[in-house]
Nanobody
Framework: QVRLVESGGGLVQAGGSLRLSCAVSGSGFVINVMGWYRQAPGKQRELVASITGGGTNYADSVKGRFTISRDIAKNMLYLQMNSLKPEDTAVYYC??????????WGQGTQVTVSS
C-alpha cells in the first residue's frame, strides 16, 4: 500500500521560505504523477501544484513563488515555497495529481505564515 509522509513545515514570517518534502513508499509509479495540496482552516482542500510527464502546473495564487520538484530515484517530492504570505497558512499534503486516482492521505505538515 502506498504511504505518503510529509515534512518540512513550520512557522515563518511573511516573505520567508520553506521547503516541504514528501516521502513516497509502496509504489514506484506514483512519484511520476504527484501534486501538493493544502487545506486552510474552514476551507476545502485545494491543489497547489502538480508534476507529471506533461510538466508542472501551479495554482494562480502560488505561481512565481512555489516550485514543485521530485527525485524519482529517491521517491521524494518537494515544494519550495518562497515569498510566503499569511494566506499560505494551511496544512500541506502530497498525493497523486488530479486524474491519477487518490492514495491514502498522510498526516500533512503545518505551514504557518505570520504577518
Amino acid at each position: 500500500q502506498v504511504r505518503l509522509v510529509e515534512s518540512g513545515g513550520g512557522l515563518v514570517q511573511a516573505g520567508g521560505s520553506l521547503r516541504l518534502s514528501c516521502a513516497v513508499s509502496g509504489s514506484g509509479f506514483v512519484i511520476n504523477v504527484m501534486g501538493w495540496y493544502r487545506q486552510a482552516p474552514g476551507k476545502q482542500r485545494e491543489l497547489v501544484a502538480s508534476i507529471t510527464g506533461g510538466g508542472t502546473n501551479y495554482a494562480d495564487s502560488v505561481k512565481g513563488r512555489f516550485t514543485i520538484s521530485r527525485d524519482i530515484a529517491k521517491n521524494m517530492l518537494y515544494l519550495q515555497m518562497n515569498s510566503l504570505k499569511p494566506e499560505d497558512t494551511a496544512v500541506y499534503y502530497c498525493n497523486t495529481a488530479p486524474g491519477y486516482g487518490r492514495m491514502p492521505w498522510g498526516q500533512g505538515t503545518q505551514v504557518t505564515v505570520s504577518s
